[in-house]
C-alpha cells in the first residue's frame, strides 16, 4: 500500500516541478499564471509554453514601431517645399534661376534638379 502512495507522491511532485517550470517560462515571456499547464500537460504543457510568443519582445517591437512611424512624421513634417522665387527676392551671384520652371539653384548646378533643362545651354543660348 505504501509503494503505491509513494509512487503516487513521486508522480505529484513531477506534476509540481513542471507547473513550476512551466510558470516560470510562461511569466517570463509577459504572460499570467502558467502553473496549471505545466501541471496538467507536464512536458508538453512547458513544449507549448516555450513556443508562446513572447509578449516581451513583441512590445518592444510595436514601441520601436511607434517611435520609427513618429520619426518619420517628424522628418516629413519638417521637409521645407521648394523655394520659389519671389519677383522682389534678389538673386545672387551665387544663384541662378531656371528659366523653364523658375526654380532658384546653385549658379554651379548643369542641370536642374526640378525639371531637369540643362542650364549651361539655356545661357549660352541666351548670349
Ligand atoms: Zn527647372
Redesign the pocket.
Known amino acids: 500500500m505504501l509503494k503505491y502512495w509513494l509512487i503516487g507522491a513521486g508522480f505529484l511532485v513531477v506534476w509540481i516541478i513542471f507547473g513550476v517550470i512551466t510558470n516560470k517560462t510562461h511569466r517570463r515571456k509577459g504572460y499570467d499564471d502558467g502553473f496549471w499547464i505545466g501541471f496538467f500537460f507536464g512536458f508538453f504543457g512547458w513544449i507549448y509554453v516555450a513556443a508562446e510568443p513572447d509578449l516581451n519582445v513583441e512590445n518592444e517591437i510595436n514601441k520601436l514601431k511607434e517611435q520609427l512611424k513618429q520619426c518619420i512624421k517628424e522628418l516629413e513634417s519638417n521637409k521645407k517645399p521648394l523655394k520659389r522665387i519671389d519677383s522682389n527676392e534678389k538673386v545672387t551671384m551665387k544663384d541662378t534661376v531656371?528659366p523653364?520652371?523658375g526654380?532658384k539653384q546653385p549658379a554651379y548646378r548643369k542641370i536642374?534638379f526640378?525639371?531637369g533643362?540643362n542650364l549651361r545651354e539655356k545661357a549660352q543660348n541666351k548670349k
Open positions: 531656371c523653364e520652371c526654380l536642374c526640378s525639371c533643362t
